[in-house]
């Protein structure tokens, strides 16, 4: 699978962004998920979407603020991002899960096996 993501820019905190990634091929994946690294810092998960059941996950720092959808029509996943933050200001990847991963490691970077090139996004104080 290919995954392309896009929609980053330049905002100001408290405003909205949606990303988007859009996959090519086939896919076994059991997640797909999103993940952002800041300057100087590791990649952290962000959000991830159980491809079957749209079950959702997402980490402390996030949640109430972003949702994570997936379109099967358009073979997107998307990442609504709102009350954004300074400290959101990261490179942001979405990523495809292999097909055995279970919800315990859906969070973990190692259980995904697919990633896209990244999209950045700043968010200015």
């Known amino acids: 699978v290919q995954l392309q993501a896009s929609g980053g820019g330049l905002v100001q905190a408290g405003a909205s962004l949606r990303l988007s990634c859009a996959w090519s091929?086939?896919?076994?994946?059991?997640?797909l998920g999103w993940f952002r690294q800041a300057p100087g810092k590791d990649r952290e998960f962000v959000a991830a979407?159980?491809?079957?059941?749209?079950?959702?996950h997402y980490a402390d720092s996030v949640k109430g603020r972003f949702v994570i959808s997936r379109d099967s029509a358009e073979n997107t996943v998307d990442l609504q991002m709102s009350s954004l933050k300074p400290e959101d200001t990261a490179v942001y990847y979405c990523?495809?899960?292999?097909?055995?991963?279970?919800?315990?490691?859906?969070?973990?970077?190692?259980?995904?096996?697919?990633w896209g090139q990244g999209t950045l996004v700043t968010v200015s104080s």
């Open positions: 990523a495809a899960s292999g097909s055995g991963t279970i919800t315990s490691q859906a969070r973990s970077l190692e259980s995904y096996a697919s």
């Open positions: 091929g086939r896919t076994s994946a059991r997640y």
């Open positions: 979407i159980k491809w079957r059941d749209r079950s959702t």
